[in-house]
């Protein structure tokens, strides 16, 4: 297939996939644009990293760490919290498929096979927080920041 | 012994715990970090004059206290579901009474509407949005462009939804809705196989387990870890693990009994 028509269907299908799960768990409706921006990111940044090579935990880190900032982005400018547009984002990101596997390499008795599809859905569902912990991490450095460049104004207008 | 004064009556001091406990209550029942969930009632009891509050919080119950007061009190917390419209409201009402612009009688009056009404999209709509997350996702996760099964896959995954939806209200055994719902989506995967309306039988079962596998709970759970909140993490774990568990066996028994 076309590598420009499959950007669209995934950009598309993964805009309308978080929208729709936002729905399932209630996110207030003025909300729901913005959560489908951030799953599409998410998902994009995932997607692209994924068939570029780069292996699925980079790419995972990766999309949950621009889906986090994204997230607060829009938290700051919608004054919402920020869990809001993260959890519905990340569904597009969440090992559902490769869990799936492990139930059914474990009905029909490869016990290996189901271990190594369980130990990755745990993988990349650490890999996902450890985006967040860095999104979280990148908002304290740029608070600090912030804060030092006010007070350097703040002395300068003082002296 | 002489204790501190408080900067406000006992009266008002009962009504300000309520309202702290109610607002971690419905914050924790809908799914909110635990930061947030301390780090809120931290700022009503601040904003209400009470600088030394004591707020300890589990996924299921809390207690707050007050440094120096004979006075604690707990709440239990029976519910765990995700409902972030209940979280946004609670935010704004705790914004709104630190700009002062409610009483304390006004914001206890306005949670308790809160947690009364439980607030949802219709059911239609989220069938509809259950069918949209099953149908879209199938194509994104199978990555094979499987447009034969995209409608069906659609269909399961909404009866999936309505039949965890149903059997919810009607029993309060845990883990058994998501059992039943998986065996429902199992037994429609095979009667679409059968009817040779779908082609792919792991592709549909993928898609229509979507709106039913507890991926963000179990993100979550790591997130919270990572947070410290180690006891929040571990239980939140614990409920997701036995949530994939439960849809493992509905959709094993159909493996075993179909194939």
Redesign the interface.
């Known amino acids: 297939?076309n590598i420009w028509l499959?950007l669209v269907?995934?950009t598309g299908?993964?805009y309308?996939?978080t929208?729709?799960?936002a729905?399932?768990?209630?996110?207030?409706r003025r909300?729901l644009n913005s959560c489908g921006i951030c799953g599409t990111a998410g998902?994009l940044t995932y997607w692209l990293l994924y068939n570029l090579g780069s292996g699925r935990m980079v790419a995972n880190v990766a999309g949950s760490l621009l889906l986090g900032v994204m997230g607060i982005i829009f938290a700051r400018r919608k004054?919402?919290?920020a869990?809001?547009f993260n959890?519905p984002g990340?569904?597009?990101l969440?090992?559902?498929?490769t869990?799936?596997q492990?139930?059914?390499e474990?009905?029909?008795g490869s016990a290996d096979q189901a271990i190594i599809y369980t130990f990755r859905v745990a993988m990349v569902?650490?890999a996902?927080?450890?985006g967040?912990?860095l999104t979280s991490l990148l908002d304290e450095v740029w608070r600090h920041f912030r804060q030092h460049q006010q007070q350097n104004l703040l002395d300068k207008n003082s002296h | 012994m002489n204790q501190p004064a408080l900067p406000i009556s006992t009266y008002k001091l009962d009504l300000l715990i309520d309202t702290c406990l109610l607002t971690g209550r419905i914050m924790i029942e809908s799914g909110s970090e635990m930061y947030r969930v301390e780090d809120t009632i931290n700022r009503i009891a601040n904003n209400a004059g009470v600088k030394n509050s004591v707020i300890y919080t589990t996924p299921t119950g809390l207690f707050f206290g007050i440094k120096g007061q004979p006075v604690s009190e707990l709440r239990q917390i029976n519910q765990r579901t995700i409902n972030l419209e209940k979280v946004q409201q609670v935010n704004t009402l705790s914004r709104r009474f630190a700009a002062g612009e409610i009483g304390l009688w006004q914001l206890h009056y306005d949670l308790e509407q809160i947690d009364r009404e439980s607030l949802f999209f219709p059911l239609w709509l989220q069938t509809l949005a259950a069918i949209v997350v099953s149908a879209t996702l199938m194509i994104l996760f199978s990555g094979q462009y499987d447009w034969r099964d995209f409608l069906i896959t659609g269909l399961i995954g909404g009866c999936g939804y309505l039949a965890n939806y149903y059997i919810n209200l009607w029993t309060r055994v845990k883990f058994l809705s998501e059992f039943l719902a998986a065996l429902t989506i199992g037994v429609l995967g095979v009667v679409a196989i059968r009817l040779n309306w779908g082609s792919n039988y792991n592709n549909i079962l993928i898609g229509a387990m979507m709106p039913l596998v507890p991926g963000v709970p179990l993100t979550n759970s790591i997130r919270d870890l990572f947070a410290g909140h180690l006891l929040t993490g571990t239980v939140r774990a614990v409920e997701a693990i036995l949530t994939a568990a439960a849809i493992g066996t509905g959709i094993g028994l159909c493996f075993r009994f179909f194939f």
Not at chain 1, 23 to 28: A, R
């Open positions: 297939m499959q269907i995934q299908f993964s309308l996939a929208i729709a799960f729905i399932c768990i209630n996110i207030p909300a998902w004054r919402m919290p869990i809001l959890i990340i569904v597009p969440v090992p559902g498929a869990a799936y492990a139930v059914h474990m009905v029909f569902a650490g996902i927080a450890v967040f912990m």
